[in-house]
């Protein structure tokens, strides 16, 4: 298993499931639309006994702006 650490943004400091270590980007859904994090760095804790492989993911943009609803 793989995990990907988030820095900034609306989902700083979460910790995601990671599916590919390969992956440069995440697009991943926020509230009606998508928010993008790229990856930092080189991977972490890659031995067989340190724990699951880490990746840290510092974010982009998102594809709507991000605030409250005035509905």
């Given at each position: 298993m793989s995990i990907?650490?988030?820095s900034g943004g609306p989902l700083d400091g979460q910790v995601v499931p990671l599916d590919n270590t390969d992956d440069d980007t995440l697009v991943l859904?926020?509230?009606e639309g998508q928010i993008v994090y790229e990856r930092?760095?080189?991977l972490e804790q890659t031995g067989e006994s340190d724990g699951p492989?880490?990746?840290t993911f510092v974010y982009v943009e998102a594809t709507q702006e991000i605030g409250p609803n005035d509905d």
């Amino acid at each position: 298993m793989s995990i990907a650490r988030l820095s900034g943004g609306p989902l700083d400091g979460q910790v995601v499931p990671l599916d590919n270590t390969d992956d440069d980007t995440l697009v991943l859904p926020y509230s009606e639309g998508q928010i993008v994090y790229e990856r930092q760095g080189e991977l972490e804790q890659t031995g067989e006994s340190d724990g699951p492989t880490q990746a840290t993911f510092v974010y982009v943009e998102a594809t709507q702006e991000i605030g409250p609803n005035d509905d």
